[in-house]
């Protein structure tokens, strides 16, 4: 199995640690995995904005990039549902569809493929408050959401059960968006910034230690809204926590 | 459907009560703040949701009690989904039988109009707000009618009914409490169920005071109210029409249902000797039996009680009175035929996608500038008016929480998507979107151009790479901080740790 790692902007640039993580993890169980190191971006920015036409050679360049994998995974939901729900710009090629169809969210990757029963490398003994990105939670169905009349279940959460020592905090509102919606976060800051600060002050109310996220952009957006509320919170990507980072 | 003020009840029994907005959890407010007003509209310019909804976050605790109020509805309605084991059945069936019915809409309305007849309804057609206002004033004219009373309808809102009476001089009188405190302030409903949601108990009682003499000072829900039947309650008894909306028009019976809380429809309707409802026609479904799947989904979606106070069935004049129908279209026909956004037509006007929406939660309805808020505004604003709605769709995370709540199954954030790409294809987008979206994919396509463009000097405000904040202004600094750039990027990384390997594997 050849897996080809999408490490999205944001990881890039700010959370390079989560990309070493991913990458690191992957290879635990015994994947082969390559960073194709051209790549860029999904071309969700201008495909959330409407603006179809601006996304096509960035989807045409991740196809490239991607192809020729088995699977692609990535530490980011919004990515994922990007790709495989909205790479819509460009032709849909039997390679196109190929990589819309082999896209993987981390987590998702590891317990529907991979289908892992255990880290035994992981523990974090802390007290650790859940975000699941939105298009994660309703768009992939990583979890159950609390609007639907469903059986409850939580991908991250069975995956993060096996890491010894954790501790799960309760939020009040656990599936309410933070904010972020990607270029909502810059068109329209003021009730982005409101929605992640009353976030962040569900998660302090849940005496979290750690929040923790398949998604580092929504984690991005609330880390940025605690730290000038000057509040006492840690954001690790669940890659990281899986991986065995010890805080 | 109709309103309940969000006041706290004064009742320490209150809690007791285990359904609908009565029980709410009480909301204490002993401030005043000065109540924050809606979107500027300036003639046809796009309406700036985001500058008025920046203002009503401003007003701290406006904002904080219609979070916490639409939240605690939502909340209800949970509790009573998850008591009933068939809910997402339920929510198939009423979006199946709604398709159904628009599919074969010009039989339905047909065979309603021959039924009505034969129950001795007067059924009317109106193409148009204007055709509708018309056909009314008419009515109303030929039988010297100079006061109407009226119980709360959305449809007459697009109308613009109310305005069009007052040049007209017919009095309008609002039946339904919230909506009479909306007339009274001269403003516009903010939410489809509860129009005065966004008002705190203090600005009712200065609404109150200036316009029918209360004491400004008392802002009890119990003494406002029994002030605001005082005053109504003659002009109701002396008017000489009343007037409505309709929740559903069932085609097989010739009859049409509207849903209260207040009774507000009733007093409307059988109080006057004419009654005449004004009715949207996407309203129809084929029989009594369709009715009960929406009954039972309605007042739950609404505000979590399993039924409204009052269902009222009308099916014909009273002996000695008359009553009549006018079937609006208003943009319906035209909507039906486009292609994505048809299903908006499905909208039983419940508010569960507003009462859902974090945006709406902390913006207010008003903010939109619009007939309709919130996410199911966000798709059917536009198709009045594409320009001066244009910015509608970007008030929204595409959270995807609105199509999960909705009863009838309106793809609500697909379609939000959908209305980007429509409006960016007409060019019907902002400047500035538009350029950070060509500059962004420039750089995005290209490997080279976008390793270029990252922030490599890494101090303070060259933190986030240059595309993202193409806009000048630092949106995303005010309030929050910017994320500290590492040593290195993964793709650095990768380069130096792991490139190397790579080839090693390949040869
Ligand atoms: S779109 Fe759906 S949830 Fe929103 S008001 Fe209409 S029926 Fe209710």
Known sequence: MKVGLFVPCYVDMFHPETGIATLELLERFGVSVEYPVDQTCCGQPMTNTGCEREAARTEELFVRNFEKYDYIVTPSGSCTNQVRNNMTAIEQSDAVKHVRSRTYELVEFLHDVLKVDAFPWAEFP????????????????????????????????????????????????????????????VFEEGVSAKMGQDKVTDQLKSGAEYVTSSDSSCMMHQEGCARRMGANLKYIHIAQILNGARA | MTAELHEELTDPHADQLDHGAASSRPLKSRISEPQPRGAKIHGNRPVDQSEAANRFMAATEHEAMHDARLWDLRQKRDKEMHGIEEWEELRNLASGIKEHTLSKLDYYLELFEKNATANGIKVHWAKDGAENNAIVLEILRSRGVERLIKSKSMLTEECGFREFMAENNVEVIETDLGERIQQLDDEAPSHVVVPAVHKLRTDVASVFAKTIGSDPDNADAHYLTECQREATRPLILSAQAGMTGGNFVVAETGTFVVCTNEGNADLSANTPPLHIASIGIEKLIPGLDDLAVFIRLLSRSALGSPITQYTS??????????????????????????????????CIRCGACMNTCPVFRRSGGLSYGATYA???????????????YRNLPYSSTMNGSCTNVCPVKINIHEQIADWR???????????????????????LASPVVYRASLPLGRSALRHLPHFMLYNKLNTWGRKRDIPETPKQT??????????????????
């Open chain 1, 126 to 185: 802390h007290r650790v408050a859940l975000h699941n990105n939105c298009n994660t939670l309703r768009n992939l169905r990583i979890a159950s959401m609390t609007e639907r009349r469903e059986e409850p279940f939580s991908k991250p959460k069975a995956l993060l059960k096996m890491v010894k020592g954790i501790e799960f905090a309760d939020l009040t509102r656990p599936d309410e968006c933070c904010g972020f919606g990607g270029t909502f976060s």
């Open chain 2, 313 to 346: 069935h009308f099916r014909g004049p009273r002996k000695g009175s008359e009553m009549h129908v006018v079937l609006v279209d208003n943009g319906r026909s035209a909507r039906l035929g486009m292609e994505k956004f048809w299903p908006g037509l499905k």
């Open chain 2, 374 to 388: 919130g996410p199911i505004g966000l798709i059917i604003d536009p198709t009045f008016n594409v320009h001066k």
């Open chain 2, 421 to 443: 790409r429509t409006l960016a294809g007409e060019g019907e987008i902002s400047p500035v979107k538009k350029v950070m979206m060509k500059a962004a994919g420039e750089v």
């Open chain 2, 490 to 507: 993964f793709n650095e990384w990768y380069r130096k740790n792991r490139k190397q390997q790579d080839e090693g594997k390949k040869s």
